[in-house]
C-alpha cells in the first residue's frame, strides 16, 4: 500500500491575498499591503494599485518607536501598521470617518490568520 502525502490545501500566497482581500471589503478600508523584511510589498489589496507602495513609509516610524503597532492619523487617511512573525509587516489604510476600533478588530483577526502561516 502506498502512502498519501499530505499536501497544504492552499499557498501561502493564496491565503495572505484572500485576508488582505477580506480586509479591504470593509467599510473605510482603502488599501492593505504585507510587507516583507526590506519593506516591499509581498501582497496588495486592492492588487493592481500602485499607490499601495507608498504604505511602506510608514515603516520608518514603526521601526523609530521600535513598537510593533503604530497608527498614524491624517487629514486625510489613517494608517495602522503591525509588525507580524518572520519580520513581516501588514499596513492598511482607511478613511478618517471610518470604525476604527471594529477595522482593529479585524486586523487582529487577520493577523492571527497571517502568523498563523509561519512556522
Known amino acids: 500500500m502506498g502512502s498519501k502525502v499530505k499536501r497544504p490545501l492552499q499557498h501561502p500566497s493564496d491565503v495572505e491575498q484572500r485576508v488582505l482581500d477580506g480586509l479591504l471589503a470593509h467599510d473605510g478600508v482603502q488599501q492593505v499591503a504585507l510587507l516583507d523584511s526590506d519593506g516591499f510589498a509581498t501582497t496588495t489589496s486592492p492588487r493592481h494599485d500602485d499607490t499601495v507602495e507608498q504604505l511602506a513609509q510608514v ?22 501598521a503591525e509588525r507580524l512573525k518572520g519580520e513581516r509587516v501588514i499596513v492598511l489604510k482607511c478613511d478618517t470617518d471610518a470604525n476604527l476600533g471594529k477595522i482593529r478588530s479585524l486586523l487582529a483577526q487577520a493577523i492571527v490568520s497571517l502568523n498563523a502561516l509561519i512556522v
Open 59 to 80: 515603516i520608518g516610524p514603526l521601526d523609530a518607536s521600535k513598537a510593533t503597532r503604530v497608527s498614524l492619523h491624517g487629514e486625510n487617511a489613517c494608517v495602522m
